[in-house]
């Protein structure tokens, strides 16, 4: 049995390479002290805690640091498939005021995926569990693949 050809079809093996190569390339996530905790086909999780540099005039966690965090996991989730794709558009509803501290935890799971496009929900929760934001990431695949042809085949 050809085990290249079995495993160059793992959807699970393809999105983990996926991950690897855009988390190691992504400074902005981890510049912001993210951690990529899991992945899987059109899923993945992502943690972060809130330092004092990302709150606001009010002492909590800056909307746009919560909106950043549901991105990358938005990324993530939508480059598993090893196609490039990016943000088409992006929106956040703010639930909750986090405090400097907080361990803030996302988990984007794809709700359809068609053509070139793409729907993800981004959940964002607190350490205890109490949900603070909520993303809705519209994708759109562009030219090129994350993987070149022996990433794909040790995938």
């Not at 496009?117 to 693949?145: L, M, Q, W």
Request: charged letters at 25%; aromatic letters at 6%.
């Amino acid at each position: 049995m050809d085990t290249s050809s079995t495993t160059r079809h793992d959807p699970q093996a393809i999105a983990q390479a996926c991950a690897d190569k855009m988390w190691q390339d992504d400074r902005a996530s981890k510049g912001l002290g993210m951690k990529l905790l899991r992945i899987a086909p059109g899923e993945a999780t992502i943690s972060m805690v809130v330092r004092k540099d990302m709150t606001n005039g009010h002492g909590i966690c800056h909307g746009g640091f919560m909106f950043t965090l549901a991105d990358s996991t938005f990324a993530f989730a939508c480059n598993t498939y090893d196609q490039r794709t990016v943000a088409q558009q992006c929106a956040v509803t703010f639930l909750a005021a986090v405090p400097e501290g907080e361990t803030l935890t996302a988990h984007a799971v794809e709700r359809n995926r068609a053509g070139r496009g793409g729907i993800y929900d981004v959940t964002v929760r607190d350490s205890s569990n109490k949900v603070v934001a909520e993303f809705r990431g519209h994708s759109r695949t562009i030219s090129g693949r994350l993987l070149d042809d022996n990433q794909r085949d040790n995938s």
